[in-house]
């Protein structure tokens, strides 16, 4: 790596042309972007364009809007997809309204269990459109997400020489984290679909789907036509909002591990004199890493709140219904249809707490070089980069949070898993106390 020396003589002072090129990293107060801001974001947009345009098609992303952005939109086209937008949100609204009149009776028991899942379900879909319309309509901090990773390359560029290469190559792997995540979204949508069609076809562990629609009305095939558009709709939201989350905090933890490896090059075995003239380099780097998180994390912490809190509720209730609903442990159908919606349930579930986790510990990661470096003959100034660069390392969590309430990390798993498998056990005892108090009530009267 060619060397670039950097005087620092205070606390978080840099040279001109590094404070130059951070000054995008305090750009939140300004909600305005300039035309080559925008123009920067299509890069990104681009590599994201076989899932973003998948979320288009079905309403809940603005490809065009995002690429067009500042410029003059077509008046009559803008209007027919921000209606498109609006219908489909309407679409779930009604359908989340419709199912309340599905809870008939609040007996405990796996048949109000299945409503429940199903109406959780519902509200979930349904945020997850609300919240993806609102960041189209005020689009400013996405773009400005999409704009800080291009600055970002543009800073390595400058500061350490490297070619476009490796930018090429991070936008490859984006592409490819994109399409592939695709593929695995229509894949669970025409599962959900296909499984939904079965289960609504039938009516054994889930009568109520439809309500309060009958099933002996003469325009019975008519709403279940109208249904299964809607679940269609409501599967695309569920699965490729999901991989959207997924596929950006992947890249971005592909961008700590590419900083990372090249921190470690850098430190190991290397003379201190070549690392004190790349050293503060690298830790304005990070910074604009840390600040595309932070931005990140505006755009994606309630979806990833959503996401990590109703799908754990989802995997409780779909693993109770499992053991203890019988129609759904004697029909094949049904429980190969659960055991579907169970493994698509977890597997966003963890891929997603996964990805966040592994973004934690890759932020930090940087920390285990700098404390290795040696200390022998070191200036002043050398010292003052080094306890500068580590005390951003050493101290708040870096990451991607649920809500701004807490990062997600190791603690955050291992606290989910725990908590699954304490519910779990305490939902089994239940049905263990249930079905004892039943047998002696049973005894007595005979």
Not at 18 to 44: A, F, I, Y
Not at 104 to 118: C, I
Request: hydrophobic share 50%; net charge neutral; charged share 15%.
């Amino acid at each position: 790596m060619p060397s670039r020396k950097i005087s620092v003589t205070t606390v978080g002072m840099i040279s001109g042309l590094e404070s130059s090129k951070m000054s995008w990293g305090s750009e939140h107060s300004n909600d305005k972007l300039t035309p080559q801001e925008v123009k920067r974001s299509n890069c990104l947009v681009s590599a994201l364009r076989p899932l973003l345009l998948s979320m288009s098609l079905v309403g809940l992303f603005d490809i065009w809007k995002i690429q067009k952005y500042g410029q003059e939109p077509r008046a009559h086209r803008r209007a027919f997809f921000k209606l498109y937008q609006i219908f489909i949100i309407c679409l779930f609204v009604f359908n989340l309204i419709r199912f309340f009149f599905a809870f008939q009776s609040f007996e405990f028991g796996s048949e109000l269990l299945a409503t429940v899942l199903l109406q959780t379900w519902f509200m979930l879909c349904t945020s997850y459109a609300l919240i993806c319309y609102k960041m189209i309509e005020n689009p400013t901090a996405l773009i400005r997400f999409f704009t800080q990773w291009q600055k970002y390359w543009s800073l390595v560029r400058d500061l350490t020489g490297e070619c476009s290469k490796e930018q090429a190559c991070s936008w490859k792997r984006i592409r490819k984290y994109a399409s592939v995540a695709t593929v695995i979204g229509w894949s669970i949508v025409i599962g959900n679909v296909g499984f939904c069609s079965y289960t609504i076809i039938t009516g054994t562990a889930f009568t109520n789907m439809l309500d309060p629609f009958s099933r002996s009305h003469y325009l019975f095939p008519l709403t279940l036509s109208i249904f299964h558009v809607i679940i269609l709709y409501l599967s695309c939201a569920w699965s490729f909002i999901t991989a959207f989350m997924i596929v950006l905090i992947l890249s971005l933890y592909q961008e700590f591990k590419h900083f990372a490896e090249r921190l470690e090059n850098l430190t190991h075995d290397k003379p201190i004199p070549e690392v004190q003239e790349n050293l503060e380099a690298m830790r304005v780097e990070h910074n604009a890493l840390c600040n595309m998180i932070d931005t990140a994390d505006g755009v994606l912490k309630h979806l990833v709140g959503l996401c990590l809190v109703v799908h754990v509720f989802i995997t409780l209730i779909l693993i109770y219904n499992i053991c203890w609903y019988e129609v759904i442990r004697t029909d094949i159908g049904q429980l190969v249809s659960h055991i579907f919606w169970l493994s698509g349930n977890s597997s966003m579930l963890i891929a997603m707490m996964a990805v966040c986790c592994m973004v934690n510990i890759q932020a930090h990661e940087p920390a285990k070089f700098i404390h290795n470096l040696s200390m022998k003959e070191i200036t002043a100034e050398f010292a003052l980069q080094v306890n500068v660069f580590l005390h951003r390392l050493n101290g708040a969590p870096i990451g991607i949070t649920a809500w701004s309430l807490f990062v997600i990390d190791n603690q955050v798993v291992v606290s989910v898993a725990g908590m699954i498998a304490t519910y779990f056990v305490v939902l089994l005892q239940f049905q263990q106390a249930s079905t004892t108090t039943n047998s002696s009530v049973n005894g007595t009267v005979v």
